[in-house]
């Protein structure tokens, strides 16, 4: 069923340094990444290892160059994705990677990062009515205190905002990540204090998948396990579950 995000799949797939469409269900495969030793475009952090279970059964470890064996010996008899936030499991995983990390003189991880991952397109995408959102150009248009427009996505990028009273409140994005950035909208949205539980950010989100599904993209969101409040958002536009995400992150 979810192979069908072949876009999301390739887009995951480059960060990742995997191919996503060959890996097989219900068994966990561990490839070696450079990329996992520089912060990520947009993120401004290093995923000095990162893990993907999807919902479809597939599990991907992406890891530095060097420990692949030893990040398989971890994780070889793992049969389900509880894994992800088995603290032991995290443990070992982070001795390996801070081991390599320390040898290379670069900074040792610093937090463990939990994620749920959602994606959406033509076919998942909810109408939304027009009329709410702009598109949002540069930052002519003030924040509401507290909310921070996102800057690297101007003039260039896909932004749109729902203005109150001459001022952005709400704001949703595509994260300019430098990976099929202009078919995979990888989505992050803000919505200052005061004028959230309106519809604001459910409506800059919609907007901004729609701009890619017009153009036959696909869209990808993650959040926190816990947030209920953007996995609603996401639910709301039609994203649906992609995959859960463990990330040992690291300062560049």
Known sequence: MFTMFKLVDAYLGLRLGADLSTAPQDHVIVVESPRRLAAEPSYGYVHALWWLWFADGRSVISAPPGTGAAVLHVVSAVRDEGALTCPEIAAALRSIVDSL?????????????????????????????????????DASIPAADGLNLPAHCFPHGTVYGVVVNGRVVSVAYAHRTGAMQDE?????????????????????????????????????????????????????????????????AASS
């Not at 995408?125 to 709410?132: C, D, H, M």
């Not at 200052?192 to 990808?220: K, M």
């Open 101 to 137: 990390r320390a040898r290379a003189n670069l900074p040792t991880t610093n937090r463990v990062l939990h994620s749920r991952i959602f994606a959406c397109h033509r076919q998942t995408l909810r109408p939304e009515p027009p009329g709410i959102c702009q598109r949002l150009e």
């Open 184 to 248: 995979v909208a990888d989505v992050g949205v803000e919505t200052a204090e005061g004028y959230r539980r309106r519809g604001y950010a459910r409506a800059a989100v919609a907007a901004v998948v729609s701009d890619y599904v017009r153009r036959g993209g696909e869209a990808v969101y993650s959040c926190a396990p816990t947030n209920a409040a953007s996995i609603a958002t996401a639910k709301s536009v039609g994203f649906v579950a992609y995959a859960q995400s463990m990330v040992l």
